[in-house]
């Protein structure tokens, strides 16, 4: 399986509206797409999604590990070349590996990770941006009319009583409701608002605070269960939140840990969420979310999958599918994904 050629594509997807978090606004998301095709014209395709309001490494950087990767790939024809890269060019060249290996098995990737068999809907929270309390409410009351049966929401602002209060009434009491700070409290800050929130019946809030050891703080001062995400980006961060008591769950991106197989991060149950991926992300965590049902890390809360919806356009003539609530993966080996090169060429940077 020696490689013919290799292709780093940087692209943007314009969002239907801006996605706004307490760390910032976004106009569309960038990021790289992978594309390896060996001798026998197979291709293997990965995505990396540069976490750009995290603070975290830059589009430029991610494409130039990424075309270093690639002539060094090309040069000695081995698709399994490794090399010390960000982990969002990481999980690139890792999804590309196997996406390559499952097509040429005519498998679906996740049987790489488990026994065969049928692959199961993932359900998919819904994702509220943080906008207006009015406007919040709005767009909860879209996504409760398509299915949707647990909510995230984007906290950190001076006006989350309000929003949240909105919402619960808009969505009634059953279902699920889940909070996202983004690391933007302080604990004391994060131990008043959950107080405050507590009676709309939280089911988790996700990074409250910034790092593991004030979450540690916070579960002391707070029943909320607690979720890590950007505090959590290796096995020892995971590792080390366990030993420490700092969260219930993680939520995981594969672009923040470089990774598809996400069993090594199965101390703590596992909800796997969109770093605002593409089709071939998207694909990827949902194929990651087949193999966690093999394991104990899968507890049936809901995936933050489905931000699909967000996008105004995508690149992909083939890719999963959501239908209400429930992410189908698309039929075929490997991802399953196959690009539209007219779309992908219109999005190239």
């Known amino acids: 399986m020696a ?41 293997g395709l990965g995505e990396g999604v540069p976490l750009s309001l995290r603070g975290g490494v830059t589009l430029e950087r991610v494409v130039g590990e990424l075309e270093v990767w690639a002539v060094r790939a090309r040069e000695i024809g081995d698709p399994w070349e490794a090399a010390q890269m960000s982990l969002p060019a990481m999980c690139a060249v890792r999804t590309a590996q196997l996406d390559l290996a499952a097509r040429h098995a005519g498998a679906p990737l996740f049987w790489l990770f488990r026994p065969p068999g049928d692959p199961e809907p993932v359900r998919c929270n819904a994702t ?36 949240v209060q909105l919402v619960r009434e808009a969505i ?18 994060a131990a008043a608002t959950l107080v405050e929130l507590a009676p709309h ?20 001062r707070s029943d909320v ?15 080390r939140a366990y030993v420490i008591g700092a969260c219930d ?12 197989d996400l069993a090594d991060f199965g101390v703590f149950p596992i ?26 890390a899968d507890v049936g809360l809901a995936h933050g999958l489905a931000t699909q919806r967000l996008f105004a356009e995508t690149i992909a003539a083939v890719e999963c599918e959501l239908r ?10 490997g991802l399953g994904v196959e690009i539209d090169e007219g779309a992908l060429a219109r999005h190239r940077l």
């Open 324 to 333: 209400g609530d429930m992410l189908h993966l698309p039929d075929g080996p």
């Open 128 to 163: 509220l941006t943080a906008r207006e309390p009015v406007h919040v409410a709005q767009q909860a009351l879209v996504w409760a009319a398509e299915g949707f049966r647990t909510f995230k929401l984007k906290v950190g602002t001076k006006d989350d009583l309000e929003t």
């Open 225 to 239: 269960p607690i979720a890590a995400d950007e505090s959590v980006e290796t096995v020892e961060d995971a590792q």
């Open 271 to 296: 909800y796997v969420t969109s770093a605002l991926d593409g089709p071939v992300g998207i694909a990827a965590a949902a194929h990651a979310v087949q193999a966690l049902r093999a394991s104990n």
């Open 3 to 43: 490689i013919a050629s290799v292709e780093v594509i940087p692209y943007a997807l314009p969002f239907k509206e801006p996605y706004v978090t307490a760390r910032g606004t976004l106009e569309r998301r960038e990021m790289v797409l992978l594309r390896v095709r060996d001798e026998d014209g197979v291709e």
């Open 201 to 220: 019946n939280i089911k988790l809030i996700e990074q409250p605070v910034a790092t593991l050891e004030e979450m540690a703080a916070l579960g002391e």
């Open 172 to 189: 009634g009491p059953d279902p699920q409701l889940r909070l996202d700070a983004n690391g933007s409290w302080t604990v004391d800050q």
């Open 249 to 260: 769950y993680l939520a995981v991106k594969l672009s923040k840990v470089g990774a598809v």
